[in-house]
């Protein structure tokens, strides 16, 4: 298996097109192997369950602003049965794991070379459905930055959109006492989705308004972390696991110039990550700092949609 270093001398650079030679449509998701499943079964000592889903409807109105919270529907044929239907259900608009549709590689094409002809509604190719015909399962570790940083007297301040350097995940590993291992699910726990919903009507529009959000600041560091760790998925209690705006000093800036140089296509496009936003890992964390336990059983299976570009994550953990 080759290093980052060795991704970044490929076409495209960062990328692992080709590497993965069977179910290479699921991308990294193929490092959580059935070994990977077994081994992770030993966390489950308690039965405790945790849905790591906020509501469809949480984010009214969505950071996002093309997207909108779904309008539920209930109907009824006759007085004793009833159906419902949710109108305008963006999919990713609450809670989230971004399918290798999401994010095209700039001037290359999609994940592993798709071309763009074959990423359309019906079409299955890269589709979301490929983790929910096969779920993404193994050992889930939470590290907890938002709790290594206000150790250190240095809280996150949420309103202001703070940009987190990639050598804090192994500083809060180190902290925890813990070791990421090859095919692990990551969460990472900052407090921001707690943050936001917690916060008042004007602060919340303050903050969309402005697209400022606490996330990764862009750099090569994080992709290289991923990949060397051989993580099956990275996901993040944030609205874009990366920060919102971007980092002046974007490495990326010249390779993604449709989105001022965001890390979404290195994860995605180039290497194929199963990326998490908006995830749920308040209850989880909370558990976590009590017990001193920091693995799960993790299980994540989107919707079984045909051609889905992301979906929720219906993602439990179990302990």
């Known amino acids: 298996m080759p290093s980052y270093a060795d991704l970044a001398q490929r076409t495209p650079p960062g990328s692992s097109w080709g590497v993965f030679t069977s179910a290479s ?18 966390s489950v000592q308690r039965g405790a369950v945790f849905s790591l889903d906020h509501a469809l409807d949480a984010f ?17 044929s ?26 095209r ?11 763009d002809e074959q990423v359309r509604a019906g079409s299955p190719v890269l589709g979301v459905q490929r983790w929910a015909e096969q779920p993404i399962v193994g050992r889930g570790l939470l590290l907890d930055l938002e709790g290594l940083l206000a150790a250190r007297g240095r809280p996150l301040d949420h309103l202001q959109g703070p940009a987190l350097a990639t050598r ?10 813990v070791r990421v291992r090859e095919g692990d699910l990551v969460l990472v726990h900052t407090g921001w989705a707690h943050w936001f919903l917690q916060a008042d009507d004007a602060t919340r529009a303050q903050v969309r308004r402005a697209r400022r959000a ?4 862009q750099s090569l560091e994080l992709p290289a972390w991923c990949w060397d760790h051989r993580v099956a998925l990275l996901a993040t209690d944030t609205f ?37 936003e908006l ?27 045909t051609g889905g570009v992301g979906s929720p994550p219906n993602a439990t953990a179990l302990r």
């Open 25 to 42: 449509e699921r991308g990294m998701a193929n490092f959580a192997t059935a070994e990977h499943v077994r081994t992770a079964a030993a």
């Open 60 to 76: 009214d109105p969505p950071m996002a602003r093309a997207r909108r919270a779904p309008v539920h529907e209930i109907l009824s």
């Open 78 to 103: 006759h007085p004793q049965s009833r159906d419902d239907v949710l109108r305008e259900f963006y999919l990713q608009a609450s809670s989230q794991v971004d399918g290798l549709r999401h994010r």
């Open 105 to 115: 590689a700039s001037g290359y094409g999609f994940y592993d070379g798709v071309p």
């Open 168 to 177: 804090l995940l192994d500083e809060a590993a180190r902290a925890q006492g």
């Open 214 to 217: 606490t996330g990764f600041a």
């Open 240 to 276: 874009a696991v990366e920060v919102l705006p971007v980092v002046a000093d974007s490495p990326f800036a010249a390779s993604a110039p449709e989105d001022a140089g965001m890390m979404h296509q290195e994860l995605i496009a180039k290497l194929g990550l199963p990326l998490g």
């Open 279 to 305: 995830w749920n890992l308040t209850a989880l964390v909370q558990d976590s700092r009590r017990s001193g336990r920091w693995d799960c059983l993790l299980s994540v299976k989107p919707l079984h949609l």
